[in-house]
C-alpha cells in the first residue's frame, strides 16, 4: 500500500496546532470572531454591561438583517475565520437566529452559540440536533430562584434557564455553564459549581465585572473583593493546575512594548449588531464600518491601527513579570480609569494574589 507521506515526518496534534497558530499570528489571519447579532435581551440583568434595555430596544431597526449577515459570514470564511461565536445582548431573540445560524455551519465554520437558555425552544433543539454546535454555553447566576431572578429582573427565568440546560444535555449538545460571580450570587457559588458537575458539564466563572458599555460604572459595586475571587478560583484542584500552567506558558513569550498584548485585531475580530467591526467587545474606541470597504479592507485597517498602538510612558504592566495572571487589558482599563494606559487596580490585585497562590502550590 503507498502512503502519502512518511511516518517520521508526520506531525503530531500538538505539533500541528503550535504550526497553525504560529502561522495565524504570522500571517494577522483572523482566524476567530464573535458575531453579536443584537443587543436586545429578554432579561434586566443588574450586571450588563450593555446598559438599559429601554435605549437598546429603540436601536431595533438599525441591526444588521440576515442578508447582510449572512453577506459577513461569506467574507470572514473567505479570508481564513474558522472559530465564530455567535452572542449578543441574547442572540435568541432574533427571529432569524436558524437562518444565521445555518448558513455558518454550511460555510463550514466551528460555532459557538453563547445564550441565557430561557429562550431554548423545541424548535431550537430540534435545530441543533440537525446541525451540531461546537459549544452551547449557559449563563447561570444563581442556586435558587431568589437569587438568579434577583439578578436577571425576570420572574420565571430560573426554571426556564434549568429547564433549558436539562433539554440541551438530553440532546447531546455539548453544554458548558458559566456564570458572573457577584456579591448577589457570591453564597451559592459552590452551589452552582456543584449543579454543574452533577450535569457533568464544564463550568467557569468570571468575576471581573466591569463599567458598561454606555459609561456607566454602577455594575462595578456588584464585585466581590479580588481576595474572594481568587481564593474560588483556586479552591478547585483542577482550575489552579490550570492558572500554574497557563503561567508557565506565557512566562516564555517574549516582552513587548506594544499596547494591546492579545489576539484582539490581530487574529481575532467582533462585529456589533449594527455591522461595525472592532477588535474586541472591549474595545470600542477603534471602529470600521463594513457598510463600506469590506470585511478585509477593513480588517486590514484595524490591525494597523492596533499594532501602532503602543504602552505609554504610564503604563509599566507590560513589564510585570505578572501581566499574563491580572487579566491585562487596555479596553478594560479604559472603561474603568477613562484611559488605556491606567490600570484597573482590581484586576492588578488579583494579578498578584494569583502569583502568590501559584508560587504556594
Given amino acids: 500500500m503507498d502512503m502519502e507521506c512518511a511516518q517520521t515526518s508526520c506531525l503530531t496534534n500538538e505539533e500541528y496546532l503550535l504550526e497553525f ?53 461569506d467574507e470572514i470564511t473567505e479570508v481564513g475565520c474558522l472559530y465564530l461565536l455567535i452572542t449578543g ?18 460555510r463550514g465554520l466551528l460555532v459557538t452559540v ?20 461546537k459549544v452551547v454555553e449557559v449563563s447561570l447566576y444563581g442556586a435558587t430562584a431568589e437569587t438568579y431572578e434577583r439578578i436577571t429582573g425576570v420572574k420565571g427565568s430560573y426554571e426556564k434557564c434549568l429547564q433549558a440546560i436539562t433539554k440541551l444535555i438530553d440532546h447531546k449538545v455539548n453544554v458548558r455553564l458559566k456564570t458572573i460571580l457577584m456579591n448577589l450570587n457570591r453564597d451559592e457559588f459552590f452551589a452552582m459549581e456543584n449543579m454543574a458537575k ?4 464544564k463550568f467557569r466563572f468570571d468575576a471581573a465585572v466591569f463599567p458598561s458599555l454606555t459609561g456607566d460604572k454602577a455594575p462595578i459595586e456588584l464585585r466581590v473583593t479580588a481576595e474572594e475571587a481568587v481564593e474560588k478560583e483556586f479552591s478547585d484542584e483542577h ?10 506558558r506565557m512566562q516564555k513569550l517574549p516582552v513587548r512594548d506594544t499596547l494591546y498584548q492579545c489576539g484582539a485585531g490581530k487574529t481575532h475580530f467582533h462585529i456589533n449588531p449594527y455591522g ?3 477588535p474586541c467587545l472591549m474595545v470600542n474606541g477603534l471602529t470600521y464600518n463594513l457598510s463600506s470597504g469590506g470585511f478585509l479592507t477593513r480588517w486590514n485597517e484595524m490591525y494597523s491601527a492596533i499594532k501602532e498602538k503602543k504602552a505609554g510612558n504610564k503604563n509599566d504592566c507590560y513589564q510585570c513579570q505578572k501581566r499574563s495572571l491580572c487579566g491585562y487589558c487596555p479596553g478594560f482599563f479604559k472603561l474603568e480609569t477613562g484611559t488605556e494606559d491606567v490600570y484597573s487596580q482590581y484586576l492588578c490585585d488579583m494579578g498578584h494574589l494569583r502569583f502568590e497562590k501559584i508560587n504556594n502550590l
Fill in 21 to 73: 497558530n504560529r502561522k495565524v499570528v504570522q500571517q494577522h489571519i483572523p482566524a476567530s470572531g464573535a458575531i453579536d447579532l443584537t443587543y436586545r435581551c429578554n432579561l434586566k440583568c443588574l450586571h450588563c454591561y450593555l446598559g438599559d434595555q429601554t435605549e437598546i430596544k429603540k436601536n431595533q431597526d438599525i441591526e444588521l438583517g440576515t442578508t447582510q449577515w449572512k453577506g459577513i459570514i
Fill in 276 to 278: 461595525f467591526l472592532q
Fill in 198 to 201: 452533577e450535569w457533568g458539564v
Fill in 89 to 106: 445582548g441574547e442572540p435568541l431573540v432574533r427571529r432569524d437566529f436558524k437562518q444565521i445560524y445555518i448558513h455558518a455551519k454550511t
Fill in 239 to 248: 482550575r489552579a493546575q490550570g492558572w500554574k500552567d497557563f503561567f508557565a
Fill in 114 to 133: 453563547f445564550t441565557n437558555g430561557t429562550l431554548i425552544s423545541e424548535d431550537i433543539l430540534e435545530l441543533f440536533d440537525r446541525v451540531t454546535p
